[in-house]
T-cell receptor, first 118, second 110 residues
């Protein structure tokens, strides 16, 4: 594909429901990131994958958040028992660099999933 | 204290004027620096990388001051289409994890 693709574009969940957000990175991109962006804030790092390995999950806010990338391409971010404070835009980004992003291999973002928990 | 801090603005700029703003970062070991642009309800997009010697891309000039740990962005001859939020981005970890500031809003007025 031409860019990073995320689905769904919008998701409304009742408090307590589980949700799954999908990210399809640029083909061949090794690094994949998930960010959370609250209204009026910059993106906050959640987790990072290098191929199928989750190398950093230090930004996941609680054990209700879980991410996977089993075959090193598509990734899913799952949020269990959603709470109102989980309402945000979830951004996925990919890079061709190993070890994150660099001058030669910047991040490319998808257009995000806007999650609203009611 | 956040690792990357920006003045949220808004900076209200008449069309054709020059605007400049800074971003400070706390990790002295940071190696890579970027400015991203984010339009309302859109994803961030890379505007330009920031190199040690400073660099220019058309009407945009970026500078890095390692001693004082800040980067700057200057926009000359502002266009209406420059209205956006500008995100300062710094790699905050040894493996290249990018940390974002909260953004500086720029509003260019006719």
């Amino acid at each position: 594909g031409a860019g990073v693709s995320q689905s769904p574009r919008y998701k409304v969940a009742k408090r307590g429901q589980d949700v799954a957000l999908r990210c399809d990175p640029i083909s061949g991109h090794v690094s994949l990131f998930w960010y959370q962006q609250a209204l009026g804030q910059g993106p906050e790092f959640l987790t990072y994958f290098q191929n199928e390995a989750q190398l950093d999950k230090s930004g996941l806010p609680s054990d209700r958040f879980f991410a996977e990338r089993p075959e090193g391409s598509v990734s899913t971010l799952k949020i269990q028992r959603t709470q109102q404070e989980d309402s945000a835009v979830y951004l996925c980004a990919s890079s061709s660099a190993t070890g994150g992003a660099s001058y030669n291999s910047p991040l490319h973002f998808g257009n995000g999933t806007r999650l609203t928990v009611t | 204290r956040k690792e990357v801090e920006q003045d949220p603005g808004p900076f209200n700029v008449p069309e054709g004027a020059t605007v400049a703003f800074n971003c400070t970062y706390s990790n002295s070991a940071s190696q890579s620096f970027f400015w991203y642009r984010q339009d309302c309800r859109k994803e961030p997009k890379l505007l330009m990388s920031v190199y040690s010697s400073g660099n220019e891309d058309g009407r945009f000039t970026a500078q890095l001051n390692r001693a004082s740990q800040y980067i700057s962005l200057l926009i000359r001859d502002s266009k209406l289409s420059d209205s956006a939020t500008y995100l300062c981005v710094v790699n905050g970890d040894s493996w290249g994890k990018l940390q974002f500031g909260a953004g500086t809003q720029v509003v260019v007025t006719p």
